[in-house]
């Protein structure tokens, strides 16, 4: 892998391979010397009457390369640890500009570098460390140089490729509109891909000390029947099923909703009971039977087999004394349980009339045992049966005295 110093690395290799094929076959006789091979911005070129030839490489986009962008992700866990350190795979996208004051000089010096390149389709390891070590060799060699230097980009595992790019007229124009600088002859090419990866510690799995096989019984929890259907907090459910006994009584466990599994208060082959737990929202509920499984030779339970979710309700309780009593056009406080979310949906019934209330306020807590709907004026005056519904799970009615139900409110003017 390489470091963020690599992308100057590459500039320095390309400039490398052109200098390094001056001396041999290239026009020395335009350019004299390696000075005449530059890596800037355009825009900082003098050019003019009296401008030299010269040869300048300018890296001018870098984009992600599409084939490694997803290579050793994720990069951490659910908790923030550190799993990997997953690499940025770059192409860099270089215009390749010929000067010179002379007829001729910019055509010769551009076709030249374009057969150089062609000719190095692929640039070898040794190469790229020839260029890097080449940076210390100059006189008084600047601290960037230096830097670039010491970069390994010639211990990556990803080739360093070349490849010609063809820019339309449209694009050439835009960019060197961008630059606001004298166009001169220019060509395009990619050279893909730097890797580029971090080196900061990670979190890591022990080596496997001992392997243990066990043997599952083939048949999952199966939840037939839920008594009662519409539960009350607290309430105890029964269920009916069948496998649900694990190796002990201890290996079978019951989630709601998905949420942390609990043992059951008693456990048959095809029965268990379990008191709802307190923290269970009104509602639609799903509940589930888990087999855990010991590995021998380990004390941590490991999840096994598990049965379908199974839907159940739990119903809302109004906890204030019957009737309740409400005024006309004021505000009615009930009390229920279990506590209702925030987000959850609330409605009133008072007799055959609905007041449905929205989310509470997000700075509020995020449940809370008291609920207040607002009484409409033109509600009728006397005593009603009331229910709660929280997300479709209504409280319920018992018969009280002849021809009336319980709970009661009592709205007076």
Do not use: C
Not at 162 to 180: G, V
Not at 317 to 322: C, E, F, G, M
Request: aromatic share 6%.
């Amino acid at each position: 892998m390489s470091d963020y110093l690599a992308v100057g690395g590459v500039s320095a290799v390309l400039r490398y391979l052109l200098s390094t094929a001056l001396t041999s076959n290239g026009p020395s006789s335009i350019l004299g010397s390696t000075p005449g091979i530059t890596a800037t911005s355009p825009d900082l070129i003098p050019t003019g009457p009296n401008e030299q030839p010269r040869l300048n490489l300018f890296m001018y986009y870098v984009s992600v390369n599409r084939d490694l962008r997803n290579l050793d992700l994720p990069a951490a866990d659910s908790q923030g640890n550190r799993l990997s350190n997953p690499p940025l795979a770059l192409n860099l996208h270089y215009l390749i500009s010929a000067y010179g004051s002379t007829q001729f000089d910019p055509e010769i010096l551009l076709a030249w570098a374009m057969k150089v390149f062609h000719d190095t389709p692929i640039v070898p390891s040794q190469t790229i460390q020839q260029a890097l070590t080449a940076l210390l060799s100059q006189q008084q060699p600047s601290a960037e140089a230096t830097l670039i230097a010491g970069s390994t980009l010639a211990e990556q595992f990803e080739q360093i490729k070349i490849t010609p790019e063809t820019l339309t007229t449209e694009e050439i124009y835009r960019l060197w509109t961008a630059f606001q600088a004298a166009y001169r002859p220019s060509t395009a090419l990619q050279v893909s891909a730097v890797v580029i990866q971090d080196t900061l510690p990670v979190t890591s799995n022990l080596p496997v000390q001992a392997r243990a096989v066990t043997a599952l019984p083939a048949p999952p929890p199966v939840i037939n029947n839920i008594s009662p259907l519409m539960a009350t907090a607290g309430q105890v459910l029964t269920i009916t099923g069948s496998s649900f006994m694990g190796d002990t009584p201890a290996s079978t466990v019951v989630s709601f909703d998905g949420g942390t599994a609990q043992p059951p208060d008693a456990v048959q082959g095809n029965l268990l009971r379990i008191r709802l737990p307190a923290t269970l929202q009104a509602g639609t509920r799903m509940v589930q039977v888990q087999r855990l499984i010991t590995f021998p030779g380990s004390t941590a339970p490991h999840q096994g087999f598990s049965s379908s979710p199974a839907p159940f309700q739990l119903v809302p309780t109004i906890q204030d004394p019957s009737p309740v009593q409400a005024t006309l056009g004021s505000p009615l406080t009930i009390t229920l349980s279990p506590e209702v979310g925030s987000t959850q949906q609330a409605i009133l019934y008072i007799g055959d009339t609905a007041i449905a209330i929205g989310a509470r306020p997000v700075a509020g807590p995020a449940s809370s045992a008291t609920i207040t709907f607002p009484i409409p004026d033109d509600l009728p005056t006397g005593t009603f049966p009331v229910q709660v519904g929280i997300d479709g799970a209504q409280s319920q009615l018992a018969p009280g005295t002849v021809g009336q139900f319980t709970p009661q409110v009592q709205v007076t003017s």
